[in-house]
């Protein structure tokens, strides 16, 4: 997503029932929930689960695909070319970042109208700003909640693969999640290049108002920090690692691999600064990477 208010991000936040969610949001800010919620009930009562007054969710169609959970307020076919995408996806996320597949089930909640989405969304999450899409994690359920809009592949695609990361890596660094979300919410045939994202970076640089700092974006606690300078780098670093040398690449796998065993593990940055050869030059490396990027149109 490439405006900072629709892209996604996981949040911290208290809520009445004893509950602790963890939010990633289409774009976006941290939310403090003021009415109680839990999103457990959701799937435990079957997607059935109704409160006097309530905007009930979406249960006309239920698709399974893989590790994922479907309902619409519409009918879906199993083999719609989107479920198959997001179901194929559960690979590429699983080969890109070398992890293992889970079979935890993802939930996606697939509002017809933009209408139903936000009273959805008014009802469960008052004062919550507007948001295409947004992924929840429980203690125990991982769940995505969209509107069927112009943009649904990509926000399914950013969301799901939210999804299928927590479901293995619960304790993902935010700046790394929405980088890699921001990765594989491309189109498959992309490989991950994100063109909106080379276009404000390079514009930035041309101005002289950016140059990357992974140290900076570590630094970034909550969604609300994230502005679309930090989702552009973000995926930046993520494409950087994965997309040029078999070096990066294993060094953000192993960082993946590590962080799910120890949440504590030392930060990326650390681990760049000790492992690669060039690491003292990684900035201007990246910063390469998004000029040489953006001097390529068809790439775009
Ligand atoms: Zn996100």
Same mark, same amino acid.
């Given at each position: 997503?490439?405006?900072?208010? *629709?892209?996604?991000?996981?949040? /911290?936040?208290?809520?009445?029932?004893?509950?602790?969610?963890?939010?990633?949001?289409?774009?976006?800010?941290?939310?403090?929930?003021?009415?109680?919620?839990?999103?457990?009930?959701?799937? *435990?009562?079957?997607?059935?689960?109704?409160? =006097? #007054?309530?905007?009930?969710?979406?249960? @006309?169609?239920?698709?399974?695909?893989?590790?994922?959970?479907?309902?619409?307020?519409?009918?879906?076919?199993? /083999?719609?070319?989107?479920?198959?995408?997001?179901?194929?996806?559960?690979?590429?996320?699983? %080969?890109? &970042?070398?992890?293992?597949?889970?079979?935890?089930?993802?939930?996606?909640?697939?509002?017809?109208?933009?209408? @139903?989405?936000?009273?959805?969304?008014?009802?469960?999450?008052?004062g919550?700003?507007?948001? @295409?899409?947004?992924?929840?994690?429980?203690?125990?359920?991982?769940?995505?909640?969209? !509107?069927? /809009?112009?943009?649904?592949?990509?926000?399914?695609?950013?969301?799901?693969?939210?999804?299928?990361?927590?479901?293995?890596?619960?304790?993902v =660094?935010?700046?790394?999640?929405? #980088?890699?979300?921001?990765?594989?919410e491309?189109?498959?045939?992309?490989?991950? &290049?994100?063109?909106?994202?080379? !276009?404000?970076?390079?514009?930035?640089?041309?101005? #002289?108002?950016?140059?990357?700092?992974?140290?900076?974006?570590?630094?970034? *606690?909550? !969604? #609300?920090?994230?502005? %679309?300078?930090?989702?552009a780098?973000?995926?930046?670093?993520?494409h950087?690692? &994965?997309?040029?040398?078999?070096?990066? @690449?294993?060094?953000?796998?192993?960082? &993946?691999?590590d962080?799910?065993?120890?949440?504590?593990t030392?930060?990326? *940055?650390?681990?760049?600064?000790?492992?690669? =050869?060039?690491?003292? %030059?990684?900035?201007?490396?990246v910063k390469?990477?998004?000029?040489?990027?953006?001097?390529?149109?068809?790439?775009?």
């Amino acid at each position: 997503m490439e405006e900072p208010l *629709s892209a996604g991000h996981p949040v /911290q936040a208290a809520i009445a029932l004893p509950v602790t969610l963890v939010i990633a949001l289409a774009g976006c800010a941290p939310v403090a929930l003021q009415t109680g919620w839990n999103a457990a009930q959701l799937t *435990s009562l079957g997607g059935t689960l109704q409160l =006097p #007054g309530d905007v009930p969710l979406p249960d @006309r169609t239920e698709v399974l695909a893989g590790q994922l959970v479907i309902r619409a307020d519409f009918p879906l076919a199993g /083999q719609h070319r989107l479920v198959r995408e997001l179901d194929g996806l559960r690979v590429d996320v699983s %080969q890109e &970042l070398g992890l293992p597949v889970s079979d935890e089930p993802v939930h996606l909640y697939l509002f017809e109208t933009t209408d @139903r989405y936000d009273e959805f969304v008014s009802r469960h999450y008052p004062g919550f700003p507007a948001r @295409r899409a947004f992924f929840v994690e429980t203690d125990t359920t991982l769940s995505v909640f969209a !509107a069927w /809009q112009d943009r649904i592949a990509e926000d399914l695609r950013h969301e799901t693969t939210h999804g299928y990361v927590h479901a293995v890596v619960p304790t993902v =660094p935010l700046w790394l999640d929405e #980088g890699i979300a921001e990765f594989f919410e491309t189109p498959r045939s992309s490989h991950g &290049l994100h063109a909106g994202h080379v !276009a404000h970076l390079a514009g930035r640089m041309l101005e #002289g108002t950016w140059r990357p700092d992974l140290q900076r974006l570590e630094a970034l *606690s909550t !969604a #609300g920090d994230m502005t %679309q300078d930090h989702y552009a780098e973000a995926w930046c670093w993520v494409h950087w690692l &994965l997309s040029t040398t078999p070096e990066r @690449r294993e060094l953000l796998q192993n960082y &993946l691999t590590d962080v799910r065993r120890d949440p504590a593990t030392a930060p990326l *940055s650390a681990r760049i600064r000790r492992e690669l =050869p060039d690491s003292a %030059q990684a900035t201007d490396a990246v910063k390469r990477h998004v000029a040489e990027l953006a001097a390529v149109p068809a790439a775009l």
